[in-house]
């Protein structure tokens, strides 16, 4: 296997770090806070409710296994996680994912100022097409391929045992 598909965006594995048969986590390419994460499903589709029960049920699982894993990571305090279910709600990806940033006291001035950095992380895909301009997100500066795959090799190390092939 040599990677999976986030919408139309091939993603390496490299990238991948977490897999389960139905759905897989990967870093993100502009995250908002250190330990900006991407849950989403191994079958492309837009919606929450376009998911079948066994993946809507294995998508909460590994929402919540990833997001624990990840706020213990990362020092955490607390977690926003954030689903935009279609485009009117800021999904620029047509491929259902979750949002999972670990979060501490006053890292935004104003807490829900999370949600347009959220939209502006969204507004380049993987490939760096872009997308829309919501929000700036010139500041973000995209990551490397080097960086991103050294961050999901951490990551991994956090879930036992790592399987490709799941």
């Known amino acids: 296997m040599t990677g999976f598909a986030f919408g139309k965006w091939p993603i390496p594995l ?3 770090f977490f897999v389960r048969p139905l759905t ?3 870093v993100n390419y502009k995250p908002v806070v250190p330990g900006h994460v991407l849950v989403t499903t191994r079958r492309v589709v837009a919606h929450l409710a376009d998911l079948t029960d066994e993946e809507a049920q294995e998508l909460m699982t590994t929402l919540r296994t990833v997001s624990h894993a990840v706020q ?3 020092g955490a305090t607390a977690l926003t996680v954030s689903l935009q279910d279609g485009v009117h709600a800021g999904q620029t990806v047509p491929h259902i994912h979750f949002h999972i940033l670990p979060r501490r006291a006053g890292d935004f001035g104003n807490n829900d100022d999370v949600y347009p ?4 992380s969204e507004a380049e895909h993987p490939a760096g097409e872009k997308k829309s301009v919501r929000a700036d997100n ?6 490397t391929e080097e960086d ?6 951490t990551l991994r190390t956090l879930f036992s045992p790592w399987r490709q092939d799941a």
């Open 148 to 153: 991103m795959a050294a961050e999901a090799e």
């Open 117 to 120: 950095a959220i939209d502006a």
């Open 24 to 26: 897989w986590a990967l």
């Open 14 to 16: 490299s990238e991948v």
């Open 138 to 143: 010139e500041e973000r500066k995209p990551r």
């Open 72 to 74: 213990k990571h990362y």
